[in-house]
């Protein structure tokens, strides 16, 4: 009976519609809650603490999105509220607005750079987006401030790796390795062999690679790029195909439209010279890709080359080489081609 008298004659009263708000609150009723507390707001915007009471609880009722308006009021109020930063990242990164998360996470540790979860977010986030010499930095800052954790001496050699400095970055994963034994063993998980075994692929270490996928893969058997990744890369030498086409279908059984497990399948049937069969796999992972890919249109224009049909090859090999002009390989079977069509008699 207070609470609605208090309603009814505190109407115009931006204290007591916070007061009301925060019963229901208390009392777990966000919706009504998150009503007053926009009551509230909008009577007196200065109000303390208001934005922030008003974006947790539409937080509590998944309303994401509604949030971010009320906690962007709260960093200009405040530029140096910690807790409004570390909520506001997060959500920025599950809309996707990627640039947004990493300032917000970047105001953060220049308030706070001593909290060991903030600075993973950071870590992942940058890998994420693409910035990896700025990982590296980043990783190395991290490793001074959490000596004792080896999550960091496995980030930044991540972050190496997606650098291309990958002997740099194998030296990393062993020491993770060593580190992990009398710290933590918990970041030896079938991602970090992965990840350790594609540094050591690109590094040319085609053997020990091998045997990292397959420690990857021992160590979570739900891993499906770690069976994908090795088939693919015994197909690309060649070599244990028959083992090769077992692992990628196995990728594939947990990932059926997969693109890039679909493109490992066509290019296995290619190295068998069954060029029908690829041909059909590899036009299903273009398909399915999420977006363009060069390989993949190499891929398809290889495999129409081998079935003689130069005109469809040359389609797919310039639709790669628009996304990876560098490719010299690439170039040089289209002047090939382009030559071969030009020198061929005209039809009667």
Request: glycine share 4%.
């Amino acid at each position: 009976t207070c609470l609605e008298r208090a309603t009814r004659l505190g109407a115009s009263d931006a204290e007591t519609q916070a007061r009301i708000a925060d019963f229901y609150a208390l009392n777990h009723r966000y919706a009504e809650a998150a009503d007053f507390y926009q009551r509230a707001a909008d009577l007196k915007p200065t109000l303390a603490n208001i934005n922030e009471r008003l974006a947790g609880t539409l937080i509590e009722l998944g309303h994401k999105e509604a949030a971010i308006p009320a906690l962007e009021k709260v960093v200009s109020n405040n530029p140096l509220n910690l807790a409004a930063y570390d909520q506001l990242y997060p959500l920025y990164e599950e809309r996707g607005d990627f640039e947004k998360a990493l300032t917000s996470i970047q105001q953060a540790l220049i308030i706070e750079k001593t909290n060991p979860v903030r600075q993973r977010d950071f870590l992942v986030l940058l890998l994420r987006t693409g910035k990896f010499e700025t990982a590296v930095t980043a990783a190395s800052e991290a490793r001074r401030l959490f000596p004792k954790d080896p999550f960091f001496t496995y980030a930044q050699a991540r972050a190496l790796a997606a650098a291309k400095h990958s002997e740099e970055s194998l030296e990393l994963f062993e020491r993770t390795i060593t580190e992990s034994a009398t710290l933590s063993p918990t970041v030896l998980t079938g991602l970090f062999y992965y990840d350790y075994a594609c540094a050591a692929q690109e590094a040319g270490h085609n053997d020990e690679a091998a045997k990292l996928f397959q420690k990857s893969i021992e160590l979570d058997p739900s891993l499906a790029d770690a069976y994908n990744a090795l088939g693919y890369m015994w197909v690309e030498q060649k070599q244990h195909l028959d083992e090769a086409e077992r692992l990628i279908s196995k990728a594939l059984a947990l990932d059926p439209e997969n693109g890039a497990y679909l493109d490992s399948l066509g290019w296995l049937h290619y190295q068998r010279g069954e060029y029908e069969q690829a041909l059909a796999q590899l036009l299903h992972a273009v398909k399915t890709m999420p977006g363009p890919d060069a390989v993949v249109f190499e891929h398809v224009g290889d495999t129409y080359r081998a079935l003689k049909r130069t005109a469809e090859a040359l389609l797919y090999w310039q639709k790669a080489v628009q996304l990876n002009p560098d490719n010299k390989t690439l170039l040089t079977k289209i002047d090939s081609s382009t030559d071969k069509m030009a020198q061929k008699p005209a039809t009667p």
